[in-house]
């Protein structure tokens, strides 16, 4: 040993344990241990270490695994590998977890484990489906998924591709009570551990179909709720109700979203549990967001935020943080609203929850945009967007491009930021036609659509014009989406103003002011201002938008009006 250690063959670890140092040299003795003595010696190593860590044997996982399959028990390194993917899931360590689960599975496919059951093969598909999720694979996520619903015979619908989204309204409308005859021939009392992996396995689907495939989200949420009716199961209930109350909000339909939200409540409360709570109360807050009652939906997020924190679910706490900045946003809080989207995209990063990570990155880049950091803005959106792309999103990464075009275009790159819109809306409009997903980018469109015609002249001006007026008619701006209604009735103003129809610019102008003023949408009743006043020559006008630009910190706007000479110096000054 003496003689080794001098010469650098090995080194000394301390515990009389010694390392071999050169790879080469440890492969070569390595291969000349016979085979039975090679396993014998991975079996007693396996030994040593479960012996030295009885009570956390989680932390010596992964060095378990490779002893144990060194010694070809197949069995046990399954059953450490996704130990030591529950540790890693336990620390947010959603990538790593991924990866010993594939390994895990693939292990179980190789190889025929004696005692292996089905149900464990359940739990493994289904774990490993949750944390693609976690990580942005949502193709990966969704085969996983797949295969587990086959092993436990949740036989899928076959998609229909002529109007996917029609179903889908049709069946959300018949869920919950009436729909389908529910997974069971006939109702249970409690809720058996096969009960709870299939609601597990459904809830996983929806979130994995969500913006892919629209008519199988719905059954998978419908086939969930009657699962919760029949089972007692509230986790299953809160989660369908609200992911179908969601649903309807955004499809403008109140009265069915309301009854969705109320049975949430209902089974959260049944339940005393704090976390369906928080979950109750994150679908409330959408309502309360479609419906235009913005008040009541900051005080359930903020409410929802508190339950979520306090039992330590932090992508449910990301989840509403994104929300509240996002109200906060519309409502002119510009300053509050960029603290809310960097803690929960930190947060979101640091537990590795991809998805709300990029959610929060979009509301961020949007806030220094309108705060004067252009090129931080249009950074953030084109990371959000391309990792969002990537995980195959339609949904996210359509309006994701749709406003990394829009800041391409205000500053500077026309023609990049031309073309991620038109891609955007090609896309929205071919798998969104008819719901609100559209609302938001064809208002990105209308706008620089009308910005370009005062930078062009002649045929193209026109050109510009009548496109804004196509764009328009699909929009309808007095029913469309509640969250860019402001905006859509203000472009609507300034279309017709372009048009030389000064009348109906005033009354759309006047709407576009009555709503934000109901809403309390102070930064889109002040770009209203803005578009009125310099239209009509009203300096009082500009000028009360300045003073409200200045307050909220909108410098971007607030510069450009200064360059115009629209305004002097300082907009409170001059009021």
Aim: glycine letters at 8%; hydrophobic letters at 40%; a positive charge.
């Amino acid at each position: 040993l003496n003689t080794c250690k001098k010469q650098g063959l090995l080194v000394d670890h301390g515990s009389s344990f010694y390392r071999i140092e050169h790879e080469s040299m440890r492969a070569a003795i390595y291969e000349n241990i016979p085979v039975q003595r090679r396993r014998a010696l991975h079996v007693a190593t396996a030994r040593g270490l479960e012996h030295s860590h009885r009570g956390e044997l989680h932390t010596v996982a992964v060095a378990l695994t490779h002893h144990l399959a060194r010694a070809g028990d197949w069995r046990r390194t399954v059953i450490y590998l996704v130990s030591a993917a529950d540790e890693a899931i336990e620390w947010g360590a959603w990538s790593e977890a991924a990866e010993l689960l594939q390994r895990a599975d693939e292990v179980r496919r190789d190889v025929q484990i004696a005692g292996w059951t089905e149900r464990r093969s359940i739990e493994l598909q289904r774990k490993l489906g949750e944390t693609r999720l976690r990580t942005g694979d949502s193709s990966g996520a969704t085969a996983a998924l797949e295969q587990c619903a086959g092993l436990l015979t949740l036989e899928l619908p076959e998609e229909d591709d002529d109007s996917p989204l029609e179903r889908t309204t049709r069946v959300l409308r018949r869920s919950g009570h009436r729909l389908l005859s529910g997974l069971f021939s006939k109702p249970v009392t409690s809720p058996t551990p096969l009960h709870l992996e299939k609601a597990r396995v459904l809830a996983a689907l929806a979130v994995a179909y969500h913006g892919t495939s629209p008519y199988r989200r719905a059954w998978c949420l419908a086939r969930l709720a009657a699962h919760g009716e029949q089972s007692g199961d509230n986790n299953a209930i809160v989660t369908a109700e609200t992911s179908i109350g969601v649903e309807e909000s955004f499809a403008q339909n109140p009265q069915n979203a309301g009854a969705h939200h109320g049975r949430a409540r209902t089974g959260a409360t049944r339940s005393e549990s704090e976390l369906l709570l928080a979950r109750a109360d994150l679908g409330a807050a959408w309502h309360d967001y479609t419906t235009g009652d913005w008040p009541a939906s900051m005080a359930y997020c903020e409410r929802g935020s508190e339950r979520a924190w306090r039992m330590g679910e932090l992508a449910l706490w990301c989840r509403i943080q994104v929300l509240l900045g996002g109200l906060m946003f519309l409502r002119g809080q510009l300053r509050e609203s960029l603290d809310a989207f960097r803690l929960a995209t930190r947060t979101a990063e640091a537990s590795g929850e991809v998805a709300i990570a990029n959610a929060g990155a979009r509301g961020k880049g949007m806030a220094l945009l309108c705060m004067g950091d252009a090129r931080g803005g249009v950074a953030y959106l084109q990371r959000a967007y391309e990792r969002t792309h990537r995980a195959i999103r339609r949904d996210k990464s359509a309006g994701l491009r749709a406003d990394l075009g829009y800041a391409q275009f205000t500053t500077g790159d026309v023609k990049i930021g031309l073309d991620n819109l038109q891609a955007a809306y090609d896309e929205v409009d071919s798998h969104h036609r008819g719901t609100p997903l559209r609302d938001p980018i064809l208002v990105r469109m209308i706008e620089v659509q009308l910005a370009h015609a005062q930078n062009v002249e002649g045929k193209l001006k026109d050109q510009c014009i009548a496109r804004a007026g196509a764009l328009l008619d699909a929009l309808s701006p007095m029913n469309c989406f509640i969250g860019v209604r402001v905006a859509a009735q203000r472009l609507e103003g300034d279309w017709h103003w372009a048009r030389q129809r000064q009348d109906e610019a005033t009354a759309s102008w006047k709407a576009s002011m009555r709503t934000a003023h109901r809403l309390g949408a102070r930064y889109e009743q002040a770009r209203t201002q803005i578009s009125a006043g310099l239209a009509l020559s009203n300096h009082t006008s500009v000028t009360a938008a300045a003073t409200t630009l200045e307050q909220i910190g909108a410098l971007t706007l607030l510069g450009q009006l200064r360059r115009s000479g629209a305004i002097g110096g300082r907009a409170s000054d001059e009021a």
